[in-house]
């Protein structure tokens, strides 16, 4: 019995990298989705800022046009996809494309992360799907496990490296002993890196797909706002390799978990350098790749792992939110979803975790009893301890047990008055270990 075949027309917000990738993707896969889902989908119009610009994406010249709005509300057009960006105006072509009733793809974590929840409900008012597969780590499926697969599973944590940039980065200050103004021009010379690296190496691009995580994963609201932010532009080679030799590795992590803020149930959302024990999965995540941990009380622990970023894996991700829209269509369907709670964010202030910090301190006797009283009177408890000598000074190298941050940030603000004190160094949250 042959399958009914259905005409699906598209209009394309933005032809840069991953737009002719998506372009190219269709079609080369044209055949393809047709056999297996019935489904002929052809490009009606794709807008661009310069029309006049040469392109090397397989479509017809004239469907190209400089005005976004035109595609949007063209009768033609019956799923919009936008892979431009940014904020504005994406938000308001994406708003119109819902309120026409017209399905959305996106890969636009900035947005989703800022305006996610009043976007969801357009969607859900016009009964049509947005779709996000390719806003969080580029090829790898992420958001459909976390919104279908798992809907029903009491999720504790989802952690995981997903930004490419900074994982590639830390990989060869990790590999080559290469610092991290030299990590990164290599990073822009292999276009892993943009010529400004602020949102990627400042944590931002990481707390804006924490947001998104955080808001599937727990049906809470959480936006950008919401994220605790650090990034990796202090990290030292220096620092990378006394994490080894206290058998850990340094990665940028984004962390979404459950803990107890003030007797109530909250959620802490935070992304910062992270010590990862050699021994954990996260730990061989390795150059521009990323992985997601989820942790959830009846599964276990799951992992995804993929390329997260770059042209062709993330047009994967978008032509699959492309033909699960497209069938949706043809059965007059769409997947809500659904309604977000109100949920407390708790403070970093009230984090619970272990930590690394290492301090230069005079070298002399009685030196680290008085590190340790410090320590004690703030409740912070030492696990293990590194001494190296210096010339006339001592370097100390700590993992503290468990403790609250803010006992161990006054610890530390205490520590910085000794006379005996000469420097503070890296300071960094360990995971995994206890």
């Known amino acids: ?28 896969q044209r055949e393809v989705i047709s056999q297996r889902t019935g489904l002929v989908i052809d490009v009606a119009m794709v807008s661009v800022r310069d029309v006049s610009k040469s392109r090397t994406a397989p479509i017809d010249p004239t ?15 019956d799923v919009v996809v936008e892979v431009m960006g940014g904020i504005d105006p994406s938000r308001e072509l994406i708003s119109k494309a819902l309120e026409l009733g017209k399905p959305v793809v996106t890969a636009n974590k ?28 580029g090829g790898i499926p992420i958001i459909r496990p976390l919104r279908e697969s798992l809907a029903g599973e009491p999720i504790i944590r989802v952690m995981g490296i997903v930004n490419g940039t900074t994982n590639f980065i830390l990989t060869k200050m990790t590999k080559e002993g290469m610092s991290f103004a030299d990590a990164l021009e290599e990073a822009q010379k292999l276009g892993y890196a943009e010529s400004d690296p602020t949102a990627d190496v400042g944590g931002h691009d990481a707390a804006a797909k924490a947001a998104i995580i ?50 109530a149930e909250s959620l802490c959302v935070r992304v910062h350098p992270s010590m990862v024990p050699l021994t954990h999965p996260l730990a061989n995540v390795q150059e521009s790749f990323n992985a997601i941990f989820v942790e959830g009380d009846s599964v276990g622990e799951l992992m995804f792992y993929g390329r997260g970023a770059g042209g062709p894996p993330t047009a994967s991700a978008v032509l699959g ?43 002399q006797p009685g030196v680290l009893a008085q590190v340790a009283a ?61």
């Open 63 to 77: 469907l190209f046009t400089d005005d976004p709005k035109q595609v949007v509300e063209s009768a033609d057009v």
């Open 214 to 263: 955080a808001s599937l994963a727990f049906g809470g609201r959480v936006n950008s706002d919401d994220v605790y932010v650090e990034g990796i532009t202090e990290i030292t080679p220096e620092d990378i390799e006394f994490a080894h030799r206290l058998g850990h590795c340094i990665k940028l992590l984004a962390i979404v978990e459950k803990q107890e803020s003030n007797g």
């Open 1 to 28: 019995m042959s399958m009914e075949q259905v005409n699906v027309n598209i209009g394309l917000l933005g032809c840069g990298t991953v737009g002719t990738s998506l372009l190219e993707l269709i079609h080369e």
């Open 110 to 137: 900035e947005l989703l992360a800022a305006h996610g929840e009043e976007l969801y409900a357009l969607a859900d008012q016009s009964g049509v799907d947005l779709l996000f597969e390719a806003a969080v780590a």
């Open 374 to 434: 410090v320590l004690g009177e703030q409740n912070v408890s030492i696990q293990s301890m590194e001494q190296e000598g210096l010339e006339s000074e001592a370097r100390l190298i700590f993992i503290t047990h468990k403790a609250l941050e803010s006992s161990f940030q006054a610890a530390i603000g205490a520590l910085d008055k000794l006379k005996i004190v000469r420097n503070i160094g890296t300071v960094l949250r360990v995971i995994g270990i206890d």
């Open 321 to 363: 939110d492309l033909i699960d829209a497209s069938c949706n269509i043809k059965r007059s369907s769409a997947a809500s979803i659904g309604d977000f709670t109100s949920i407390n964010i708790s403070p970093i202030a009230d984090l619970e975790t272990q930590y690394f910090f290492e301090v230069e301190v005079e070298d």
